[in-house]
């Protein structure tokens, strides 16, 4: 399994981490995101994962991935 690390300082509430959350579970090979709203990262897990769609997708949910 790929583990994939992003800072995404624009996220501040429940609503951004969903917003987040949904946009990259639905791209191919992910298996789960783990995001934690204190420090502003998201874990991305899955196999075979494309580091310019996760961050398309970050994008895609209204937040710039660091």
Known sequence: MDT???SVPG???SHCEA???SQILALP???EVVVD???K???VLGS???DAAIRAAIEEAGY???
Do not use: K
């Open 41 to 43: 990262r998201v874990e």
């Open 4 to 6: 994939a690390r992003y």
């Open 29 to 31: 090979g992910v298996e």
């Open 48 to 50: 075979e994962l494309d």
């Open 64 to 66: 710039e991935a660091a």
């Open 11 to 13: 996220m501040h509430c």
């Open 19 to 21: 917003a987040v959350r």
């Open 37 to 39: 709203l204190d420090s």
